[in-house]
């Protein structure tokens, strides 16, 4: 008892320091900022407090590690119209594997459609258009070394489009999840987005130079590529602790706080709860972004209902609404099949 007591001590010492860290951001200084974008209905309802939670296929985003945990195949669709007329798509599947871990597949794709060409000589555009957009492939792989502690790898390929440039990258999300014996508490912790920097490059980046312009007989047709900047990913770590604080039947009550430190914002804490209505229905709220004063977001709520299909399928549907201040809200949706 007394050496969980002071794992849970220095667990929650460990879980708040990060908060009180120094002021200075870098807000808006990293490259495919969609790895950032909160995955699931379910966990967004908790204010994103979901590192020590990752009980379903979404902790694939949130702490790899919680897929170790699934005893059966699962199979997600999650839909969000997000800020600015995008599209937040993410999908993803999982196989354990038994005592060998589990292993999954994830797709995130961020779209919008086609913009105009606009020039300072066309303003009302040119008649072209140009897309852009975000894509990242991931292969999971997440094994029980004990029976209460797990260990997770994402790894992932990275690319940003716009018009005719594109970058690329390899990246790689580690977690760890420690089941306690007391009163169910769980400790959680990921790191996300390790990764090296990415750079725009593309055919609109070559031009034809004269290196010196100034004497006679120079070459004006020299072939150049403009080199744009790089950029890191937006590496992440959280760490949280969550627990079921009261159970009567098949009915639960959880509660979940959990430390956020990104390399592009501020630091803050995230709290959620959800309680369960005898595994049939939820009710889940949250608050996300404390101690974050720079922050659009904050509330959070949603609910979800599972419904027991033919051959012993469970679809889980989830619904979660999260205030976006002056960006005023966003809605996500959730599916997820259980086999």
């Known amino acids: 008892m007394k050496k969980h007591l002071v794992i849970c001590g220095l667990t929650i010492l460990f879980v708040f320091y990060p ?20 995955i699931g209905a379910r ?19 949130w702490n790899p590690a919680g897929i170790a945990r699934l005893e059966s195949p699962q199979l997600a669709l999650i839909h969000t119209q997000w800020i600015v007329d995008t599209n937040f798509d993410w999908g993803a599947m999982s196989i ?3 005592r060998f871990g589990t292993i999954g597949l994830n797709v995130t794709s961020l779209t919008h ?66 089941v306690t014996q007391y009163n169910g508490l769980r400790i959680g912790a990921a790191i996300t987005n390790f990764a090296p920097k990415m750079r725009l490059k593309g055919r609109d980046l070559i031009i034809l130079v004269d290196p010196a312009p100034d004497k006679f007989g120079s070459n004006d047709r020299i072939v150049s590529e403009l080199q744009t900047g790089s950029f890191d990913l937006p590496l992440a770590f959280r760490a949280g602790i969550a627990m079921d604080v ?6 639960q009550l959880t509660f979940a706080v959990e430390a956020y430190n ?15 209505f005898s595994d049939y229905a939820a009710l889940r709220f949250g608050y996300k972004s404390l101690f974050n004063n720079d922050s659009e977001e904050g509330f959070t709520g949603g609910g979800g209902i599972n419904l027991n299909l033919t051959g012993g399928t469970t679809m889980i549907l989830d619904y979660a609404y999260s205030d976006f201040g002056r960006l005023r809200y966003v809605q996500r949706f959730s599916v997820i099949i259980e086999f």
Do not use: H
């Open 96 to 98: 354990p594997l038994g």
């Open 19 to 38: 908060v009180y860290g120094q002021d200075i951001t870098k807000v808006g200084t990293s490259s495919a900022v969609f790895l950032g974008i909160d």
């Open 43 to 61: 966990a967004s309802a908790m204010g994103g407090a979901f590192v020590a939670v990752a009980n379903d296929l979404t902790a694939i985003y």
């Open 262 to 276: 990104p390399s592009d914002n501020a630091e803050s804490v995230n709290i959620g709860m959800e309680y369960l």
């Open 113 to 178: 459609d086609d913009m105009e060409i606009r020039t300072i000589e066309q303003p009302e555009g040119t008649g072209e258009f140009f897309s852009a957009g975000d894509l990242s492939l991931g292969l999971t792989y997440a094994i029980n070394l004990t029976d209460r502690f797990s260990i997770g790898f994402n790894g992932k390929f990275v690319r940003s489009e716009i018009f005719n440039e594109s970058a690329n990258a390899f990246a790689l999300d580690v977690g760890t999840l420690f």
């Open 246 to 251: 009261f159970k009567y039947k098949n009915s």
